[in-house]
């Protein structure tokens, strides 16, 4: 073969449409800056039919000024997108497709659209790509799903584009680094426009932006991760002391995730009084991968924490986190840094155990959050919820769950759902099948969209106590662990009383009083923080939660 | 338990420490301006005995102004450091275990300095805290490995220490990060100092940077990734050979990394040739987590490539990659950006296929670079060499590879080892164990250095032919399987031509012949550049080799 590299191809093509964009849209714009009453004009400029364009839905924060006038774009010069939305939370998220401008949607999570969103893809105006972990998400942004063009938000702006975004910095550094570094247009909505060097920090420099838009109204935050204390009940108490005996004491858990939920928030609320007493402060708990939890704010004044890295901020923890540096990750203005892709890597490689709550969960311990005809994603667990592979340290609570022989033996993380064996309405949450193999099939996926693999739990916590399914040998005795702990369900009643004697016996399953737990003290009087008010008190009058959570 | 909020616990003990350190060293910076003929006397005021400090050795990029003056330090002022490097790369990184100044050392990878760290770890002057792969160190920055203070390495900065690193971005965003937002001290080594406004693109900004200071000389830079195509057999491209009918093309792999070596730069270099007979080209490897190998230029230019995401840059391909913006990532300026830690995640979630050469395989299929009391370390491949348990989008490849029944079903991430059956001078790549556990004892490690688990391994390719070990049943069969491409190693020698048949004829290997191959084309001929100064012709002169791989 001859040497030929005088190919007439065009190399930059990406620079060269990206410059042409840019200009359509100068007529409404001020150097980086736009023209807010023209921002629907600017986007029909920028943005090209049949687009992939990352919109930034994240957990928390919502580029909403930008999503809104989207939707209300013309679908005659818009259409055909390809949205890429890590958290689809919005109704206007939906409206795109609604009217016609977009067709493709790549995403990780869709909470509170999760109905109306199975609905949409079984009858075909939503063509889905792939639900996605979000980091997962993220990786492809960098392979074969990079933005031509991408929506994104932050709290404040100068003129040249550098940005600050206060404690919610999220996603927006690895979604403007994947688009600015393969010219793609950024354009970012701030609540304010500041001068040259009047911004408390930057946290992205304004080389990656490319347009700002000051937004009609403060960008959209939702309190995710807020529980009220006055919501937990005994169950939840009795579940978060037998999570603590069984799992946090037994294996020396010293770094850890806590999944959303009144069952993690229970553990937090009992680390001060219950975890006191059996002298756990100092030995578990230590270092978290975790986002500002209000319920969390006793523990950290009762010592226990040393650090806490965060996935994004907290409505209201803002001064709180501010007053805490030596806990939280912080800046030099003082306000909290979060950063969802670092601290997700941190929940996958550097801790000891990802713990969190399941609405479902099959024989095989397959769990999902996919129920009742709902496609509500996946969220950050599957990253977190799964050994990884590729980890090579070893720590107490990692080398506890060793196995394998010679060159193959080695340690294992620590993967954990809560369950009440059934939810409200007597709903049992231990099922023969999950509902998301319908979903799924009514989605035209793949694969069913499990969202912890059976394979990868090594302990299921219920009322009725754990089950420490990494412990056993065979599929069929990983079935009977878990039926075990399954209560009155279907999955529960294959249980008999010869099999559960044998598992106890072997140490495969324990029940409260196998760990020591009294259940008479399953009770509220076992929580630091009883309402909202006791956890600002707890904060010195630093936590300043959001109205909706104010009782006063 | 009553409320108490108004402990006497100091919160800011980490900024209260950091502004000290700072003032100490105030006498011999000017602003954020260390001098630079004081800059012992200055790393002899920020940090203080027992530190952890971070220390850029990175894959290619060496802060060795920093690392040389680190070490020159006096012993009794700073003594009992506790290293984080992720790549123990030069001579003073262990001078400073020799010299008294350091005693702990977490790490990821340790190539050159691989004979003379198991050596210290063996008569216990390095105490070892464990080998990471690369983002898992990184993940522990964030959780119980942060740092005191980092000492970084760019290409320029500002007055206000903004920092412009040029294509070898690497590591320096994310060690900044996990230092900075903690109130640790950030000092960084720049090749020049310039005007506000003046740096080419801000690759991290200024707020995040305490201390630069302007190095004795460009800092050193490592052509980890340059393969002479002179060093390339008539057996590396038979292997290439092999792997492309018998991977490549059988599984569709679209999106993919190669490791360093000859055997993934034969398949480069064969793609343009063989490939295209093939009729592959469109069809499998267009999107790649990978540094910008030369070997991959006569492929790029025939059309191959649609993107590549790069860990880092590599010396001389510079202008060659700016050059080629619609394939790399570059940045405003023209040059490439690169980032260890987005492109690992890439290697990790994104991609069809890691593929990489080991040198010593058992009979599990468990593989280490660990041999001959080398402690080589692990790098990126742990990370991109296993199935990423988190991993939800399909793909034609991944799918090809499914397991499981219902809910439990699943896709696989394809993990290829290429080896030959003996290495030079005639040993056995193929072993009954693996040097790595010995080394793994003597230097006290927990469980063996393994890099790449036999579990994980879903093919293996020699000059025998492919062992699918993803199809086989059992261990047993994943042996057997194995030991039918292992030649006349100690592991070959198990195979009978019973066994061989049977595998043959279920498709559990394949040899040369099953898959169309014509051994007699493998040789030179088939390769798209013969050497170095043939990739020169290919770039149409952009790319600069480094001076040891010119031979003209």
Chains 1, 2 share one sequence.
Not at 33 to 57: M, Y
Not at 73 to 100: K, N, Q, T
Not at 221 to 226: H, I, N, V, Y
Not at 360 to 379: K, M, Y
Request: aromatic letters at 6%.
């Amino acid at each position: 073969m001859s040497i030929s590299s005088t190919t007439s191809r065009v190399w930059n093509s990406r620079r060269l449409a990206k410059a042409a964009r840019l200009d359509a849209a100068r007529d409404f714009t001020d150097g980086k800056v736009v023209d807010s009453t023209r921002l629907r004009e600017v986007l029909q400029a920028l943005i090209r039919p049949g687009d992939r364009v990352a919109l930034e839905g994240d957990n928390q924060k919502q580029a909403d000024f930008l999503s809104r006038t989207l939707a209300d774009c013309d679908p005659a010069m818009l259409h055909d997108l390809h949205m890429v939305i890590s958290s689809v939370s919005r109704p206007e998220h939906l409206d795109l497709f609604e009217r016609g401008i977009a067709t493709r949607l790549d995403l990780a999570y869709a909470g509170p659209q999760s109905v109306r969103i199975a609905q949409l893809v079984a009858d075909g105006t939503v063509t889905l790509g792939a639900i996605h972990t979000y980091v997962e998400l993220y990786a492809r942004m960098f392979t074969d799903l990079t933005p031509q063009v991408a929506l994104l938000c932050a709290a404040a702006a100068d003129r040249d584009g550098n940005l600050y975004t206060g404690p919610n910095t999220e996603d927006t550094p690895t979604i403007a680094e994947a688009t600015a570094f393969r010219d793609g247009v950024v354009v970012v909505q701030v609540d304010r426009l500041v001068d040259a060097g009047e911004l408390p920090r930057v946290d992205i420099p304004g080389d990656w932006v490319d347009l700002i838009v000051v937004a009609d109204r403060p960008f959209a935050l939702e309190p995710l991760f807020t529980r009220d204390p006055r919501r937990i009940g005994d169950v939840e108490i009795l579940k978060a002391m037998i999570a603590l005996c069984g799992v946090y004491e037994r294996h020396e858990v010293v770094s850890l995730n806590h999944g959303v939920g009144f069952d993690t928030a229970a553990i937090e609320l009992i680390l001060p009084t219950y975890g006191e007493e059996l002298g756990l402060k100092g030995r578990i708990a230590r270092n978290w991968a975790l986002n500002p939890h209000p319920t969390l704010i006793p523990a950290i004044e009762s010592g226990w924490v040393e650090s806490i890295h965060s996935f994004g901020g907290e409505a209201g923890m803002e001064r709180y986190c501010a007053a805490r540096p030596d806990i939280f990750f912080t800046g030099a203005d003082g306000s909290l840094r979060s950063n969802r892709v670092l601290c997700q890597l941190a929940g996958q490689y550097a801790i000891d155990m990802f713990i969190g709550s399941s609405l479902q969960i099959d024989a095989d311990a397959n769990s999902s959050t996919v129920t009742d005809g709902r496609l509500s994603g996946f969220g950050g667990a599957p990253n977190m919820g799964h050994d990884p592979g590729g980890r090579r340290h070893a720590s107490a609570a990692w080398l506890d769950l060793a196995h394998g022989d010679g060159a193959s033996r080695r340690g294992r993380k620590l993967v954990v759902q809560m369950a009440q064996t059934f939810r409200a309405g007597g709903v049992p949450t231990f099922v023969e099948s999950l509902d998301a193999i319908d979903v799924g099939k009514a989605a035209g996926m793949p694969l069913p969209p499990v969202m912890i693999y059976g394979n990868d739990v090594t302990h299921v916590v219920t009322e009725e106590g754990v089950a420490y399914l990494y412990r056993s040998d065979s599929l069929e005795e990983r079935r009977e662990c878990l039926a075990t702990v399954a209560g009155a369900t279907p999955v529960g009643l294959r249980s008999d009383s010869h099999t559960v004697e044998r598992l106890r016996r072997d140490g495969l399953v324990a029940f409260p009083e196998d760990l020591g737990v009294d259940v008479r003290r399953a009770n509220r009087s076992l929580l630091a923080a009883h309402s909202i008010g006791d956890l600002v008190d707890w904060s010195g009058g630093l936590y300043d939660p959001p109205a909706r959570f104010r009782e006063w």
